[in-house]
């Protein structure tokens, strides 16, 4: 009951959330200096033409009657038709691009944690150790790490020097994508290991010097069953959310990093669109990404509050 | 939304019960390094003679160590040891002049939201709440698309989703802070509002603002980078880091080192960054 009532005020925040984010989203094309109509019909269009587009692109009409027009196109799910492919709605043009980017995300996400959690619990199993300190350089180390020349040297050592994996494309068999993906998931698991290590590191610390931890270690428990039952279970808890938080860091990497191996997801699409100054797929985009986000922090808040009822009571 | 953190990486304190007595290292091997990356690039001219915009197409892929040119010569003959120096000189610039404004207008911000409360606190949190929402790097280049390609729209892109971060961290310091009795006490001897919010609170809230603006400045230099590597910032031929390794990759296999060392200068600029900023938190911890 207390739950529901949670995920109900909690679904409430969303709403103002996604008005302004809309709003923003409409308003790229009123940062954009000149006139849509002229960019899209070309510098050398006769003033009628532009006035008719004008008229059928609505943009005759006062700011707040255009955002209520592209809100009202939103929600039935019309993006808009693209500049750059002319007839083509912005809406397959995306969605037939999302696959590549969703295997990034979520093997690169496997990735991350597969590699973060060995690391933070040998470092923080012996605070102080050589081993640690090893484990401590990665962030400072790999704070300035951009992600797509992680991606460039990885192509350098493991595609090209040892030709062991493919360096570009995303394959067409199942088999193919996972091949093609290992490279661009390692990629964006690399650059995001800096903050997961140290903030798992640090709770992992914390953890380790409460009451219940002594408890666990005076009745005799293993260190294994207490590294792993005890302390990982509650410092992964806190862990989840900097890794929510992370997913929209790393979902913004993924436009340099699909570039840099020519994966054809809504990254490199973004890109491509950028290159053509294709706005209405610049925005459905962005709309998408930003859409995305909110909905893993709806996730994690979630998650984190089913799993620790403290959130939810405060 | 609100118990969310900024998507972006901050600097925690991260082994405070390990405080050592004696001489703060991290910070001075930190301040070291920068100072030296700075001075290099703003002695860039003294550092080097060769022109970074001279092309010879003569001398063009020299490896590096060939006399001359210490760390070879790119595709068209230019030298790069001279574009990484003059390269700097943008990328600093623009990473440490980005961060100032956002700083300075979030931390305003944060102040009066954590002093004021009430409306104007949930209006600017709901704004903030819009602004997180969006992946940094998606924002970022939406925006400079719209923009238009340049340092100019970096600046401004930069800045309007970079104060988020700031007003959250002085924000959530204030509301600490205020119901401290050094700010009672400003309080209950009737001083004028602004005098204990510039006087007595921003001192002791601002610090953290401080670390975190460390750790930005490499975010943005990032940013920068990535931007110019996609093509959306920095303009060739205009010696830049980004737009550096964008032309490096090019020639991967024949010139490994073209777009190997750009990106090696980045690590090393957010490596300084990051031992000042841990040094200041030991620093913080250890009064």
């Not at chain 2, 040119?69 to 002049?97: C, E, N, P, W």
């Not at chain 2, 001897?189 to 601002?206: A, E, F």
Request: charged share 10%; with cysteine.
């Amino acid at each position: 009951m207390q739950y529901a009532l949670y995920v109900l005020r909690r679904l409430l925040t969303l709403i103002p959330v996604l008005v302004g984010i809309t709003f923003i989203v409409f308003l790229l094309l009123k940062l954009i200096p000149g006139d849509p109509a002229v960019t899209l019909l070309g510098v050398h269009a006769t003033p009628k033409a532009v006035a008719e587009l004008h008229q059928q692109m609505g943009l005759d009409k006062p700011l707040y009657q255009q955002y209520l027009t592209f809100l009202g196109h939103l929600l039935q799910g019309n993006l808009g038709q693209s500049y750059q492919y002319r007839g083509v709605s912005v809406s397959s043009l995306v969605f037939s691009n999302l696959a590549p980017t969703v295997w990034l995300i979520v093997v690169g996400t496997v990735f991350a944690v597969a590699i973060t959690v060995p690391l933070a619990m040998i470092s923080a199993n012996r605070p102080g150790s050589v081993t640690d300190g090893a484990v401590r350089a990665i962030p400072l180390a790999g704070i300035g790490l951009p992600s797509f020349w992680v991606g460039i040297m990885l192509i350098l050592l493991l595609g090209l020097k040892v030709k062991v994996l493919p360096v570009s494309g995303f394959g067409t068999s199942f088999g193919g994508h996972v091949q093609h993906i290992i490279l661009p998931a390692l990629t964006i698991a690399l650059a995001q290991l800096p903050i997961l290590i140290r903030s798992l590191r640090a709770s992992m610390l914390e953890v380790l010097g409460s009451d219940y931890i002594v408890t666990a270690k005076a009745k005799g428990l293993s260190r294994s069953r207490v590294m792993f039952g005890h302390a990982l279970r509650n410092a992964g808890v806190a862990s989840i959310t900097v890794l929510g938080v992370n997913l929209a860091y790393l979902v913004g990497s993924t436009v340099a990093v699909e570039k840099v191996f020519a994966l054809n997801g809504v990254g490199f699409q973004m890109y491509n669109a950028i290159l053509g100054r294709d706005l209405p797929v610049v925005q459905a985009i962005t709309l998408i990404f930003a859409v995305f986000v909110v909905t893993v922090n709806l996730l994690t808040d979630l998650a984190h509050a089913a799993l620790d009822p403290r959130v939810r009571l405060g | 939304m609100t118990s969310i953190p900024a998507p972006i990486p901050t600097v925690t304190a991260d082994a405070p019960r390990q405080s050592r007595p004696g001489r703060n290292y991290t910070l001075y091997v930190g301040l070291t390094l920068f100072a030296l990356i700075v001075l290099a690039a703003i002695f860039a001219p003294l550092l080097t003679s060769a022109d970074p915009l001279q092309q010879n197409l003569l001398q063009a892929r020299l490896a590096p160590g060939s006399s001359g040119h210490l760390l070879g010569t790119d595709d068209l003959g230019r030298d790069v040891l001279s574009r990484i120096l003059f390269g700097a000189r943008i990328d600093l610039k623009v990473g440490v002049l980005a961060v100032l404004i956002p700083l300075v207008v979030g931390s305003m911000l944060g102040l009066l939201c954590g002093w004021w409360g009430r409306w104007f606190d949930t209006i600017v949190m709901r704004l903030v709440d819009i602004v997180v929402a969006f992946p940094f790097y998606v924002l970022v280049i939406a925006l400079v698309f719209a923009l238009g390609q340049g340092t100019r729209s970096i600046y401004i892109a930069i800045s309007a989703v970079g104060w988020v971060a700031y007003c959250r961290i002085v924000r959530g310091q204030v509301l600490v802070a205020k119901e401290q009795e050094y700010a009672l006490a400003a309080r209950a001897s009737g001083l004028p509002t602004w005098r204990i919010l510039v006087r007595h609170l921003l001192p002791n809230v601002i610090l953290q603002a401080i670390v975190y603006a460390m750790s930005d400045i490499v975010l943005s230099i990032l940013a920068i980078v990535t931007l110019s590597y996609l093509g959306l910032g920095v303009a060739p031929p205009t010696p830049e880091w980004g737009s550096m390794i964008a032309e490096g990759q090019n020639s991967l296999l024949t010139q490994w080192y073209l777009a190997t060392i750009p990106g090696l200068c980045v690590v090393v600029v957010g490596l300084a960054l990051a031992l000042i900023a841990d040094g200041l938190v030991n620093q913080f911890n250890k009064r």
